[in-house]
């Protein structure tokens, strides 16, 4: 699917094409309409990255107690705990 967005509203922004896709991961991933993942590819970067982009704008990271009892699991499956 592909967005488009006029010309006169890009404008605009001030924004480069990969500043205005940042942007857009950054608000969607806080909304948690993204998970940090599909945040980080739409935004153009990897996993750390994102997350360093993410601690600079002072966005917390979706990390909940059920987040932490699967890592757990996990874990434990492989052997690790």
Same mark, same amino acid.
């Given at each position: 699917?592909? =967005? =488009?967005?006029?010309?006169?509203?890009?404008?605009?922004?001030?924004?480069?094409?990969?500043?205005?896709?940042?942007?857009? @991961?950054?608000?969607?991933?806080?909304?948690?309409?993204?998970?940090? @993942?599909? @945040? @980080?590819k739409l935004a153009g970067t990897d996993r750390l990255s994102f997350h360093h982009l993410l601690a600079s704008r002072k966005i917390p990271l979706h990390y909940d107690v059920a987040d932490l009892e699967h890592d757990v699991k996990t874990l434990r499956d492989l052997g690790r705990l």
């Open positions: 699917m592909a =967005v =488009v967005i006029p010309d006169e509203i890009f404008s605009a922004t001030h924004l480069s094409e990969n500043e205005l896709k940042q942007e857009i @991961a950054l608000m969607l991933f806080s909304k948690d309409k993204l998970t940090l @993942a599909q @945040a @980080a």
